[in-house]
Nanobody, 123 residues
Framework: QVQLVESGGGLVQAGGSLRLSCAAS????????MGWFRQAPGKEREFVAA???????GYADSVKGRFTISRDNAKNTMYLQMNSLKPADTAGYYC?????????????????WGQGTQVTVSS
């Protein structure tokens, strides 16, 4: 069992930056692929970024070049650095863990989820 806790959300002006963190319990964190998803009111939860156990990364086109995903296996923590934020980035952000080292876009491929942290970008 893996427990995930997100932090770092908040209110920021357009063009600003935030860094989200996802702290994971368990001793097998390094073997999991990890992902960030987001969900705006009335919309489906969508893929944002992911990182494999080996460190390869993937991004949604909408955030490519602005967001950076990383992980620190020694701290059992994953990060999402978000720069040049836009009002369209406003959503609840959720971290997810997947048994097996490869990442996927599909939210159904992930086994564990955090409770989410809210990001609000004002214009």
């Amino acid at each position: 069992q893996v427990q995930l806790v997100e932090s770092g959300g908040g209110l920021v002006q357009a063009g600003g930056s935030l860094r989200l963190s996802c702290a994971a319990s368990g001793r097998t964190f390094s073997g999991y692929a990890m992902g960030w998803f987001r969900q705006a009111p009335g919309k489906e939860r969508e893929f944002v970024a992911a990182i494999s156990s080996g460190g390869s990364t993937g991004y949604a086109d909408s955030v490519k070049g602005r967001f950076t995903i990383s992980r620190d296996n020694a701290k059992n923590t994953m990060y999402l650095q978000m720069n040049s934020l836009k009002p369209a980035d406003t959503a609840g952000y959720y971290c997810a863990a997947r048994r097996g080292g490869l990442w996927y876009h599909q939210k159904t491929s992930y086994d564990y989820w955090g409770q989410g942290t809210q990001v609000t970008v004002s214009s």
